[in-house]
């Protein structure tokens, strides 16, 4: 890697043994440990070749979220991208700091709720690393292999973390994604940038302080903030540590600190995020997958199942008299919102969303507009539509994406069907080549032209032997700073 003395590629070969230390350690300096001796024999192709596609998929929402306002309004914003740096802010030809593009970009990685997600994390597992990783790569001139193991690492990071305060941490109502990805963030960068174990250490400190994030702000342009907060400060954490900032890597376990503040004392594991690092890697999961809805993955089950019963029946949607709902608790506190009023809240609720699915036999981005949301025929069905918890135990820990669907018909007829389990599109039922470029194309072309969508895609198929990621990010603009730039600053 370019101008980075230290960096560790080549100092751990690929095969080396994690070394344990003292349990008496501090938590950050043993995630360090395992951080900065990460295995990375145990990066297989299948983990790199799903690394990739959740690379692809979130620089696909990323180019599409740089339209919504929530980024529009960021960006305008006086001050923010005028720093120098080589880092891209997506869809401009403009450079700025990888500061500044981690938080732009990190923005418009959830601006739409397109992005992939994940039952352990309680969230969206890349969103806080590909923005952040992408404009430190830029800067430091990284090669694509060098950006995949960094995503590794910042999963099995993240993962490992809410592992051990989850599901206490997910119901006190933290938006994961950001008060936990702001590790996942900070680890990567720091692996990006050949942090040693004690700084990589001081790192996890500083995110410690940088975590924040509240579900009460779903359905708002803040939530999307939240991500591009987390991005922003993950990597903000990790140049401090490199220039020798101090923290208290004992902050994590600290009577007054992350764990006890966050989830309350003796709610929390931390023997959980040390254990089986690399033992599975955590990308190879099977509880996460990319979206095929542009809307909370928590409404995702409903949505299968609705779309599942209208390929079997082809029901007209006035057919229907009522509709009962039921889906896991812990997906109704966030999405039990039966009159959405903007396209925002619609992505939370699993009214409409449900409505939608029955309406339109899919769902997609147009769907979200606010002239969509209020369609008579959705409104119908979302005002005879009753929603309430699966009967289920209540503190499982697997089936916590299922859905059943009753449909009672005009005719007396009762239709019920439903799923048991399903995290997105993942490794148990994952999307094609056709339906990767097909999302992709659609979302990366809102912003840019068709032929630089078209080879952003086939290079980033082949991340792993990009000796420079520049190669990829020229093509995140049409080449110019004149009809998006104004259009989304002059917002």
């Given amino acids: 890697m370019k101008n980075m003395p230290g960096a560790r590629w080549g100092r751990w070969p ?50 599409a979220g740089m339209t919504e306002p ?31 593009a981690a938080l732009i970009n990190g923005t418009s990685s959830h ?8 039952q352990p994390f309680g969230g969206h597992q890349s969103a806080p690393l590909v923005a952040p990783l992408f404009a430190l790569a830029e800067e430091r001139g990284a090669s694509g292999r060098q950006v995949i193991d960094a995503y590794v690492v910042g999963v099995e990071t993240e993962i490992k973390i809410a592992r051990a305060v989850n599901f206490v941490h997910y119901e006190k109502g933290w938006h994961p994604t950001s008060t936990l990805g702001v590790f996942g963030a900070s680890a990567a960068c ?5 942090l040693d174990q004690s700084r990589m250490a001081v790192a996890l400190a500083l995110a410690a302080s940088m975590a924040a994030g509240i579900k009460a702000n779903f359905g708002t342009m803040t939530k999307p903030l939240h991500i591009g907060q987390c991005a922003r400060q993950g990597l903000f954490s990790a140049l401090l540590a ?35 690092w690399a033992e599975p890697l955590e990308v190879l999961g099977m509880d996460m997958g990319l ?27 006035d057919s229907i008299r ?23 809240e619609a992505k939370f609720s699993i009214q409409y969303a449900v409505a939608r699915a029955l309406v339109s036999r899919h769902v997609s981005l147009a769907h979200f507009l606010d002239d969509a949301i209020f369609e008579a025929s959705v409104r119908q069905l979302m005002a005879n539509m009753q929603v309430m918890p ?18 009672n018909l005009k005719n007396g007829r009762r239709i019920v069907d439903s799923l048991d389990s399903t995290v997105g599109r993942g490794r148990s039922n994952p999307m094609s080549d056709a339906e990767m470029w097909e999302k992709f194309g659609h979302c990366a072309q809102i912003l840019i032209p068709e032929d630089n969508a078209r080879a952003a895609f086939r290079l980033m198929g082949s991340l792993e032997t990009i000796d420079d990621i520049t190669r990829i990010t020229a093509l995140f603009t049409s080449g110019t700073d004149t009809d998006q730039l104004r259009e989304i600053s002059a917002f």
């Avoid at 601006?111 to 994940?118: E, H, I, N, R, V």
């Avoid at 390929?311 to 007209?316: F, G, R």
């Avoid at 009522?322 to 925002?344: F, G, Q, Y």
């Avoid at 209540?394 to 009753?406: C, L, M, P, V, Y």
């Fill in 14 to 63: 690929r095969g080396s043994n994690m070394v344990a230390i003292e349990s008496d350690s501090p938590l950050a300096e043993q995630l360090a440990e395992r951080i900065c001796r990460f295995p990375l024999a145990s990066i297989t192709d299948e983990a790199v070749r799903l690394s990739k596609l959740a690379i692809i998929d979130t620089i696909g929402v990323t180019l």
């Fill in 70 to 100: 929530a980024v529009k309004l960021l960006y305008g914003l006086s001050g923010l991208a005028q720093a120098p740096g080589q880092s891209t802010v997506f869809g401009c030809a403009r450079k700025t700091s990888a500061l500044d």
């Fill in 111 to 118: 601006a739409l709720d397109f992005d992939d997600f994940s």
């Fill in 190 to 194: 720091g692996y990006l940038i050949g």
């Fill in 242 to 276: 490199e220039r020798g900032y101090s923290a208290n890597i004992g902050a994590l376990e600290h009577r007054q600190g992350f764990l006890d503040v966050y989830n309350g004392p003796g709610m929390h594991d931390p023997s959980a995020m040390l254990a089986g």
């Fill in 291 to 317: 979206k095929q809805f542009p809307c909370c993955g928590s409404t995702h089950p409903a949505v299968m199942v609705a779309l599942k019963i209208q390929q079997a029946y082809d029901l007209p949607v």
């Fill in 322 to 344: 009522d509709i009962v709902v039921k889906t896991h608790r812990r997906r109704l506190p966030h999405t039990n919102n039966p009159n959405p009023t903007s396209s925002l």
């Fill in 390 to 407: 699966l009967d289920q135990d209540a503190d499982a820990q697997g089936g916590q994406f299922g859905a059943e669907i009753q449909l």
